[in-house]
């Protein structure tokens, strides 16, 4: 009966240890690359001082790759022969900040080689990139994820909300990737940050119910602002303010311009089309702590989507390229 207890318990330590090596920490490098945080950081905030929308550019990063096959860093990899990889996508080609990464990685490689992933890297760099002005960590970044193989742009579509997306279908997209609807409202803060390609919602602005209108969601005055600054065609050249005086600062500003329906987007105004998301919406406007928290608890949610750990994917030792053979 001893014998077979002390294997019991041995199987349950043993259980419990499996489990664990598939879990994100905190402390995921304290033992095998201590620094890694302190490298990012520091990195982080040299390139934050020449690029200020760098923020904007990192996040949204991150979103576009968790939204696609987890977040495995696929949507660093560049294209392989005549299969064309997800940076590829018309969505995701005004992406930018690779060149970042790649300096990160470079500095982590030469103090901690073969250790630290692509996907954790990211992780680090867009909530750095967020905290930089702020002087502290907006959210703590669990850590553990590795990197994936795989790489299509033949997989954007429809893992990637679109920018005409209604309510049903926001909440849908958010749910098949284990988020909900506070997230969905919480998230969509992020557009507070950045600018956007006129061709993204132009639709809104010219002849939007066939009769030579715009959309009627958006506030006529601002209607008019934006066909100043987006000429019919739109020109991929010219860019404008997600959140028209704020797009460089990280707060709830834009659900104040959401709720004076300046949202850019068809699938902003979706978000005011719900009773109970409106709601969300006007809580969050009200207070900037609310918005911050609540920012902090999505995006560990969001972080953690599909991630692979323990033996699964492997490390890089080159974000845009996966390793020759296996891990």
């Given at each position: 009966m001893k014998m077979?207890?002390?294997?019991?318990?041995?199987?349950?330590?043993?259980?419990?240890?499996?489990?664990?090596?598939?879990?994100?920490?905190?402390?995921?490098?304290?033992?095998?690359?201590?620094?890694?945080?302190?490298?990012?950081?520091?990195?982080?905030?040299?390139?934050?001082?020449?690029?200020?929308?760098?923020?904007?550019?990192?996040?949204?990063?991150?979103?576009?790759?968790?939204?696609?096959?987890?977040?495995?860093?696929?949507?660093?990899?560049?294209?392989?022969?005549?299969?064309?990889?997800?940076?590829?996508?018309?969505?995701?080609?005004?992406?930018?900040?690779?060149?970042?990464?790649?300096?990160?990685?470079?500095?982590?490689?030469?103090?901690?080689?073969?250790?630290?992933?692509?996907?954790?890297?990211?992780?680090?760099?867009?909530?750095?990139?967020?905290?930089?002005?702020?002087?502290?960590?907006?959210?703590?970044?669990?850590?553990?994820?590795?990197?994936?193989?795989?790489?299509?742009?033949t997989e954007i579509s429809g893992n990637l909300p679109s920018p005409f997306a209604n309510f049903t279908s926001l909440v849908q997209l958010f749910k098949g990737k284990g988020l909900n609807v506070n997230d969905l409202l919480v998230l969509s803060g992020a557009h507070t940050l950045g600018d956007s390609r006129c061709g993204a919602f132009s639709r809104r602005l010219y002849n939007f119910t066939s009769k030579g209108d715009a959309d009627p969601s958006l506030d006529p005055t601002y209607a008019k602002i934006l066909r100043k600054k987006c000429p019919n065609p739109a020109s991929p050249a010219i860019t404008v303010e997600m959140d028209p005086g704020s797009s460089l600062s990280f707060d709830n500003h834009y659900y104040d311009i959401l709720l004076q329906r300046k949202g850019l987007f068809v699938s902003d105004a979706a978000l005011l089309t719900d009773k109970n998301s409106n709601k969300i919406v006007t809580r969050l406007q009200r207070s900037r702590s609310l918005f911050f928290t609540a920012f902090a608890k999505s995006m560990k949610k969001m972080a953690a989507i599909g991630v692979l750990t323990g033996n699964a994917g492997e490390i890089r030792q080159n974000c845009r390229v996966v390793n020759p053979g296996k891990n």
């Open positions: 077979r207890a002390g294997y019991s318990i041995f199987l349950l330590i043993l259980s419990l240890t499996v489990c664990n090596a598939g879990k994100l920490s905190n402390t995921f490098y304290k033992n095998t690359c201590p620094q890694v945080e302190k490298i990012v950081r520091e990195i982080i905030q040299i390139h934050t001082r020449n690029n200020p929308s760098l923020g904007a550019q990192l996040i949204r990063m991150q979103f576009h790759d968790c939204f696609v096959r987890g977040c495995d860093a696929s949507v660093l990899l560049d294209t392989v022969s005549n299969s064309k990889a997800e940076k590829e996508a018309i969505p995701n080609q005004s992406l930018g900040g690779f060149d970042v990464i790649d300096d990160i990685k470079a500095a982590i490689e030469r103090v901690c080689p073969k250790v630290v992933s692509c996907a954790d890297i990211l992780a680090l760099a867009a909530r750095d990139a967020i905290s930089s002005p702020f002087k502290k960590s907006m959210w703590s970044v669990q850590l553990g994820r590795r990197d994936g193989r795989v790489s299509l742009a």
